[in-house]
C-alpha cells in the first residue's frame, strides 16, 4: 500500500486557526479511507516568522527546500501581513514556489453550496458551478522588470508581461482536461446546458501575450470535440459571470485576470471563506486557500476553515490522479460531501456565513459528519 508524505506549513492570520482543521479533516480521512498520510510539520513560517526570527532566515529551519521537492504535496495556509509588505526575503515567499516547482495550474472551484446564501439575486445552490483556471508561471507574474532613477528617485517601473507557447498550451489543455472530466466541481458541464465548456478569456485585441493564449486556445480547439469553446474578452467576462454565472464551466486565463476573477468568484461562492484552491504542476502541486490571511479577524477562532479543507481535498484528488490511487479521489469526494452536509444543515455556521460557531466547531462538523458518512 502506498503511503503518502504531506507537508503542512501555517502562515499569518488566520492561518493559525485554519491550518489545524484542516489537519483534523486529513487525519479523520486517513482513517476513513485507510489511507497512509505521514504528516511532516505543520510548521510555522510567513511574515511574522521572519520578523520575529530577525528576517535572518526565510522558511524555518525544518523546512528545506529539497523537503518541498521529497514530499508527494504540501500545503499551507494564507501567508503576508500589511505591515511586512515589501520586507521579506522575495526568495522566500511561497508565491515563488509556484515557478519553483513549476505549478502551472491555479485550480479555483466557484461552487454555491446549498445552506449558503448566494450574493446574486435568484441564484442559488446548483446554479452556480465552475472553475476559475488561472495560467500559474507567466504573465505579469514573472516578475522580470526594473526601476529606472534619476538623482535618486525613481522615475520609472517596468513589469514584462510573458506568454509562452509552452505556458498558453499546457494550461488551456488542462481547461479541457477538466471539462471532460468536471473534477472538482459538484457535477460535469455547465449548470444552465450540462455541456462541458471551456470559456477562454483573454484581452488579446489588445495584448500580444493574450492574443497567443487565444491562438493557442483555436489550436487546440478541434482535438477537443467533445468540449463547447468560447472565447470571452476578459472584462466582459466579469460581467458575465455575474449576470449568468450558470453558463460557465471551465474558465481558461492568464495568470493576472485569475488572480483578479479568482477574488470576484470568492464572492459569488457566497464567502471567501469556502474558497479552496490548488497551484497543480504535472509533478508536484500545493494546496492554499484563495483569499489572504485575514488580520482583521485573526485571533478570535471565528474564521470559516472549509477553504483550507477544500484545498487539501483538492491537493488529495491531485495526488490520486498522479499515482493512480483512488482512496486518494474518494478521500476528495468525501470532504467535498462532508463540507455540503455541514453547510447545508446548518446547525454549525460561522460569521461569515450568519452563523456564531467558531472555527474549531466548523471542523469538528466537518469531520463528524464525515465519519458518519
Ligand atoms: C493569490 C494571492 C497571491 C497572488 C499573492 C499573495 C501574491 O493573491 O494566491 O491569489 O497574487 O497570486
Ligand atoms: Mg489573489
Not at 97 to 112: G, K, S
Not at 130 to 152: C, D, K, P, Q, W
Not at 182 to 202: E, F, I, N, Q
Not at 295 to 313: E, H
Amino acid at each position: 500500500m502506498n503511503s503518502y508524505k504531506i507537508l503542512a506549513l501555517i502562515g499569518d492570520g488566520i492561518a493559525y486557526e485554519i491550518v489545524p482543521e484542516a489537519v483534523k479533516v486529513l487525519t479523520a480521512v486517513e482513517k476513513k479511507h485507510g489511507l497512509d498520510l505521514e504528516l511532516v510539520g505543520p510548521y510555522e513560517f510567513g511574515a511574522k516568522y521572519y520578523a520575529d526570527h530577525d528576517m535572518k532566515q526565510g522558511w524555518s529551519p525544518e523546512i528545506t527546500r529539497e523537503l518541498l521537492y521529497e514530499v508527494d504535496c504540501w500545503f499551507k495556509g494564507p501567508v503576508g501581513l500589511p505591515e511586512y509588505l515589501g520586507k521579506l526575503p522575495g526568495p522566500y515567499l511561497p508565491i515563488n514556489q509556484r515557478l519553483d516547482q513549476d505549478l502551472y495550474a491555479n485550480i479555483r472551484p466557484c461552487r454555491l453550496r446549498e445552506g449558503v446564501d448566494g450574493v446574486l439575486k435568484g441564484r442559488t445552490a446548483g446554479d452556480i458551478d465552475f472553475i476559475v483556471l488561472r495560467e500559474n508561471t507567466e504573465h505579469m507574474y514573472v516578475r522580470v522588470g526594473g526601476l529606472f532613477s534619476r538623482a535618486g528617485t525613481t522615475e520609472l517601473a517596468v513589469d514584462n508581461y510573458i506568454q509562452t507557447r509552452k505556458g498558453c498550451e499546457r494550461i488551456i489543455r488542462r481547461g479541457y482536461e477538466l471539462a471532460l472530466s468536471g473534477a472538482y466541481k459538484g457535477k460535469r458541464g455547465s449548470p444552465r446546458d450540462g455541456k462541458p465548456r471551456l470559456t477562454v478569456a483573454a484581452k488579446w485585441g489588445i495584448c500580444k501575450g493574450d492574443a497567443l493564449f487565444k491562438a493557442i486556445a483555436e489550436e487546440l480547439e478541434p482535438s477537443y470535440p467533445e468540449v463547447e469553446t468560447e472565447y470571452s474578452w476578459i472584462d466582459a467576462w466579469s460581467y458575465w459571470a455575474i449576470m449568468r454565472p450558470d453558463h460557465y464551466d471551465v474558465v481558461v486565463m492568464p495568470n493576472q485576470y485569475g488572480d483578479i476573477m479568482s477574488d470576484m468568484s470568492g464572492a459569488l461562492q457566497g464567502s471567501m471563506g469556502l474558497a479552496g484552491s490548488i497551484n497543480a504542476g504535472d509533478d508536484y502541486c500545493y494546496a492554499e486557500p484563495t483569499h489572504g490571511s485575514a488580520p482583521d479577524i485573526a485571533g478570535r477562532g471565528v474564521s470559516n476553515p472549509t477553504s483550507m479543507i477544500l484545498s487539501v481535498g483538492m491537493m488529495l484528488n491531485w495526488l490520486g490522479d498522479k499515482n493512480g490511487d483512488k482512496r486518494l479521489k474518494d478521500a476528495w469526494m468525501s470532504i467535498d460531501a462532508a463540507v455540503n452536509t455541514v453547510l447545508r444543515e446548518q446547525k454549525v455556521r460561522t460569521p461569515d456565513l450568519g452563523g456564531s460557531n467558531s472555527t474549531v466547531e466548523f471542523g469538528d462538523a466537518v469531520v463528524a459528519a464525515l465519519l458518519s458518512e
